[in-house]
Structure formats: structure tokens, C-alpha cells
T-cell receptor
């Protein structure tokens, strides 16, 4: 099944630094979504980027999509302690079921 | 504006018992989903529903039963709970097509002894 693979699996940075995480996939997609999950909570949608888009912004978040390399990246600028969470990319598979990767655990150190 | 809620939030049960996890959404979203989240496996789709009375299997449906008699409710039943079903269960909904944004409930942590 189509599943995004996030990289790195874990990332620890200092508050104020930028955080970049990547998602790679194997087959063509209609769109790719990024979600955040705080510890003990449900997932929260961050950004949806369509296959004909190359970049989208939302506040301190920037998502890029390179369909030729079958990869996407999520950049969080000027990180804050509240950004500590797991981040997942999600892809459409076949009959349009959304398939989630295993996530990147981001820790922001004060 | 409650959004999407799950109950119970925590449940401990014994092997062989039947357990029902409840999911309720107030948006009248067409699609609803059940996922389980386990370390090492990420989030896996159990069942989903495109509308009332329309359900379909996801990646890991064995041992689970769903129903959707009303648009707003999507209960998940473990007919005879097993230890391997110990997990955190998330319900989600989306407005239109499955590829649209999904909105997640807070989760139910289920322990099967």
C-alpha cells in the first residue's frame, strides 16, 4: 500500500530554530496532507497540498511538494515549545483511502 | 460546537468481552473513519463509512464491526476483544471525498487484559 515515509523519525532542536521534516512516497498522488499530533491527543490537520502545487504556506509552516522526486517537506520556522509534537504526512491510496506515515517526533528544547 | 467526540476516553476490558467505542460528530460530515494507533505501526485504518448505511473495510478490519444508522454516529465494536486489540483508537470525519481534510476525535485508549 502507498505510505509516506517520514524522515527523520525524530528531531530535537532549540527553540527559535527552524525544523524541517520530509516525506517520500512511491506512486503518484492527488494530494498530500500534513497533520500534527500532540502527546495524548488526536491528529490535527495542518496543510493540504495538491499535486499541481509546489509550495504552500500557513503561518510559520511551509510545505513543498516535488512530484518528480516524489517527496514533500514541512518547514516550521522560528520554532516554539508548543511545536513539540509528532508530524505525519498522509497520502491517498487507490480507492482514496488516506494512508498515514509513521511520523516524525519533533522536540523543541527551551 | 462539540465537533467530534469519542467515548469512553479510557477503557479496560478482558479478553473475550464485547466492547463498543462510540464516535459522534456534529458537522454532518459524510465520511467517518476508525483508526488504531500502535507504536511501530503508525495510524492504520480499520473501517470507514461514506454515508449512513454505507461502510467499507480498511487495512485492519478483522475482529471489528461497525455500523452507521445515523450520519452523526459511527460506533466501533470489538466482538470478542483480544490482547492484540490493545491500542489507541481514533475516530475521524471529513466533509466530502476521502482525500479531503480529516478531523480527528481525542481518541480512546483501550486496554485488553
Amino acid at each position: 500500500s502507498q505510505q509516506g515515509e517520514e524522515d527523520p523519525q525524530a528531531l530535537s532542536i532549540q527553540e527559535g530554530e527552524n525544523a524541517t521534516m520530509n516525506c517520500s512516497y512511491k506512486t503518484s498522488i492527488n494530494n498530500l496532507q500534513w497533520y500534527r499530533q500532540n502527546s495524548g491527543r488526536g491528529l490535527v490537520h495542518l496543510i493540504l497540498i495538491r499535486s499541481n502545487e509546489r509550495e504552500k504556506h500557513s503561518g510559520r509552516l511551509r510545505v513543498t511538494l516535488d512530484t518528480s522526486k516524489k517527496s514533500s517537506s514541512l518547514l516550521i520556522t522560528a520554532s516554539r515549545a508548543a511545536d513539540t509534537a509528532s508530524y505525519f504526512c498522509a497520502l491517498i491510496q487507490g480507492a482514496q483511502k488516506l494512508v498515514f506515515g509513521q511520523g516524525t517526533r519533533l522536540t523543541i528544547n527551551p | 460546537d462539540a465537533g467530534i467526540t469519542q467515548s469512553p476516553r479510557y477503557k479496560i476490558t478482558e479478553t473475550g468481552r464485547q466492547v463498543t467505542l462510540m464516535c459522534h460528530q456534529t458537522w454532518s460530515h459524510s465520511y467517518m473513519f476508525w483508526y488504531r494507533q500502535d507504536l511501530g505501526h503508525g495510524l492504520r485504518l480499520i473501517y470507514y463509512s461514506a454515508a449512513a448505511d454505507i461502510t467499507d473495510k480498511g487495512e485492519v478490519p478483522d475482529g471489528y464491526v461497525v455500523s452507521r444508522s445515523k450520519t452523526e454516529n459511527f460506533p466501533l465494536t470489538l466482538e470478542s476483544a483480544t490482547r492484540s486489540q490493545t491500542s489507541v483508537y481514533f475516530c475521524a470525519s471529513s466533509e466530502g471525498r476521502i482525500g479531503d481534510t480529516q478531523y480527528f476525535g481525542p481518541g480512546t485508549r483501550l486496554t485488553v487484559l
